[in-house]
């Protein structure tokens, strides 16, 4: 189950990277361009690959009976659900059109 461990943690930095792209998107605190496109591909592209990935994993790992704990920890776990959660709203309605509409 290192494999596991090994796409949260991916996961993970790929959340941060998330959080901040979504910040860029508020305030430009990054002003080199290459760096700021390498943040929002890292951010929202691997975002939307691993956060779906990684949480059908441990919904499969927990269906199979297996304490998740034992091989990832809690805030891991936690962190990456809030991820996805975050990244769901970001693409539902942020970017809805009817969110824009007076």
Not at 14 to 36: H, I
Request: aromatic fraction near 20%.
């Amino acid at each position: 189950m290192r494999w596991l461990l090994f796409l949260s943690r991916l996961a993970f930095i790929s959340g941060v990277f998330f959080l901040a792209s979504a910040s860029l998107l508020v305030t430009d605190w990054l002003k080199d361009e290459n760096l700021k496109s390498t943040v929002i591909i890292i951010g929202y592209f691997m975002g939307i690959i691993l956060f779906p990935v990684v949480n059908l994993c441990y919904i499969a790992v927990f269906l199979v009976k297996k304490r998740i704990r034992q091989y990832v920890p809690l805030w891991l776990i936690v962190s990456n659900i809030f991820f996805l959660l975050a990244l769901a709203y970001f693409i539902f309605y942020l970017n809805d059109p009817y969110y824009h509409q007076k």
